[in-house]
């Protein structure tokens, strides 16, 4: 265990934050750009995880736990997200068998 | 903290209420439970609280007035739900158990001592809230306002967690205390991490709030919501939202109030003027209602632009007197909805003939929105920009006051309906409970407007 957190200590925050953030922003774009609403989901939990990775490189750099116990907080939430989320999906793939978010263009003014 | 357990078991015990069908006891068990919490929390006033749980809430006088407010509007909100959801489902005990859950992470939010808690807080809320938005499961536009809150919600928690992991990254630690120690040890070294961080957690938190260019979600959803969850939304909900801002920048970042400033009031302008101008466009009340409260986001976010000792009593103020108005002009759109089946002015016209006592709360209301002198709306406008001419931001208050004017028409709307125009409606029906709520409301909207020392004098 010793020998991996030094390997993995070897590595420079850098190029973490670089990857992290690059990620992040291929979960963004893929928000902005998509119209599915399961794809725009999937980007979501893209951003999410580049979040979970950025946590545990810098808990190893500051030799700290508690960002990797806030990656747990994280999962658990977002697997509560995705609970619901699915169901609000299926609810409006019941109601338009469509999962595209064109169809959702009621509200307007 | 006692607040908080009893508000989670409270919660739970109303679930099984709904599980052995005692429909009947639903509401009373809800109201008295909070009736305790209120209690509770307001015992715990002045108790010079230190943090607990491995420092990670904080209890203070800060969350002591805001988990009051909080709950004391969802009182009253639950009041005009009698007869409400059951017009929905049958599944009654499913709504209230969830607007429990969503207070308590309410009142986690207001009493964050950690930024893990500050996240924890936001997704018990906002999970709660998608379900709210979207239980008619029928209609379509519930749908979509669950489905559009539910990814905008999502996409906003990714910078509002990509931002706290940069403070973290800049400063080794969530707890609040030690980043204001690193902002405080460290005045010109602050790593560009932080700064990140910082605008990415703004970026986060101004979603949740819904103020501008993050509020296109808002009006929809507020819209698309049924409406009794659409005024939750929009009081508690928008309540809690700036609690949790106002206490990471008070206690935090209020070192680095040159570095944060400018993009908040570029935000607030912004918010200002889209609030107001799409919001007298409207033809609906509740989608008018819908951009009003974007507007007064940006009041609220005064506030913050004007850091000081006197925030917290500004926002306070100004998010009861907004809260209360809100719980007003909604349970009229509720009652009147319900009798003409659409939320157009048109369907106030000649109320004030038919039912004066409702007419003339909603006229109390509105004045109070518009910002009407005598009126709570307006010591809390009058609080607001005091602090910020306090500051010298002479432009951002003439720009404020301009937006109270255009403000004044759109609120007026109703009001000119509701007494200058005649219709062959019948008498709108109210109850004994939503004509309490509306005289209760009103009352406290003058009064507020009259002695305004009663609570602008707490901190």
Redesign the interface.
């Known amino acids: 265990m010793e020998t991996v957190t030094q390997a993995l200590q070897g590595v420079p925050l850098n190029h973490y934050i670089l990857l992290s953030a690059i990620i992040f922003t291929i979960g963004v774009i893929g928000v902005l750009i998509r119209r599915n609403a399961i794809i725009i989901f999937m980007s979501v939990e893209l951003m999410l995880n580049a979040v979970n990775l950025l946590l545990t490189a810098f808990s190893v750099h500051h030799n700290d736990a508690s960002g990797q116990v806030f990656v747990f907080f994280i999962m658990a939430l977002a697997a509560a997200e995705v609970a619901v989320g699915l169901a609000i999906i299926v609810m409006i793939f019941r109601n338009t068998s469509s999962t595209d978010i064109n169809v959702l263009n009621k509200l307007k003014w | 903290m006692s607040a908080l357990i009893t508000l989670s078991v409270l919660a739970i015990v109303v679930l099984y209420l709904g599980l052995f069908k005692a429909k009947n006891a639903l509401l009373p068990v809800t109201l008295v439970g909070l009736a305790v919490v209120l209690g509770l929390a307001v015992r715990e006033w002045n108790s010079n609280a230190a943090p607990i749980y491995s420092s990670m809430m904080l209890f203070d006088n800060f969350a002591v007035a805001f988990t009051a407010i909080c709950v004391f509007s969802t009182m009253l909100i639950l009041l005009i739900s009698k007869d409400y959801f059951e017009r929905i489902s049958e599944h009654v005990a499913e709504y209230y158990a969830i607007i429990l859950f969503a207070l308590t992470g309410i009142l986690v939010m207001v009493s964050y001592h950690n930024l893990?808690m500050l996240?924890?807080g936001i997704?018990i809320m906002s999970?709660s809230l998608?379900?709210l938005a979207?239980i008619r499961?029928?209609s379509?536009?519930s749908?979509?306002?669950?489905?559009?809150y539910?990814?905008m919600g999502?996409?906003s928690?990714?910078f509002l967690?990509?931002g706290?992991?940069?403070l973290?990254?800049a400063t080794?630690?969530?707890d609040i205390a030690v980043i204001k120690n690193y902002v405080i040890s460290n005045p010109t070294h602050i790593s560009p991490?932080f700064y990140s961080g910082l605008l990415l957690l703004i970026v986060g938190l101004c979603f949740k709030v819904g103020v501008a260019p993050f509020h296109f979600w808002a009006?929809?959803v507020y819209?698309?919501s049924p409406s009794l969850i659409s005024v939750f939304m929009m009081t508690v909900v928008k309540t809690a939202g700036f609690a949790a801002f106002l206490r990471i920048f008070l206690f935090c970042f209020a070192p680095l109030h040159d570095f944060w400033m400018m993009p908040l009031m570029v935000i607030t302008i912004l918010t200002l003027f889209i609030g107001n101008i799409?919001a007298l466009?409207?033809h609906s009340f509740k989608?008018m209602l819908a951009f009003s409260s974007v507007s007064h986001a940006g009041y609220m976010l005064f506030a913050i632009v004007a850091l000081g000792s006197a925030s917290i009593n500004a926002v306070i103020l100004y998010a009861t007197a907004y809260s209360v108005a809100s719980i007003i002009a909604f349970a009229v759109l509720i009652l009147v909805k319900r009798q003409m089946g659409s939320d157009n002015y048109e369907s106030f016209n000649g109320l004030g003939r038919k039912n004066p006592f409702m007419a003339f709360a909603l006229t109390v209301a509105m004045l109070s929105l518009a910002g009407i002198p005598l009126t709570a709306g307006f010591i809390g406008k009058f609080m607001m920009f005091s602090s910020a001419l306090s500051e010298y931001h002479v432009s951002l208050v003439v720009l404020a006051v301009i937006n109270a004017v255009i403000g004044i028409f759109y609120y007026l709307r109703v009001v000119v309906s509701m007494y200058f125009k005649d219709s062959d409606q019948h008498v709108v029906q109210s109850t004994p409970i939503f004509s309490f709520v509306l005289a209760f409301s009103a009352i406290v909207t003058i009064v507020l407007g009259v002695y305004p020392g009663l609570i602008s004098n707490l901190f």
């Open positions: 893990s996240f924890i997704e999970v998608y379900i979207g499961k029928k379509y536009s749908n979509e306002a669950a489905l559009k539910f990814l999502a996409f928690t990714g967690l990509f706290i992991t940069l973290y990254g080794g630690s969530f991490l009006p929809d819209e698309g799409s466009y409207q989608r």
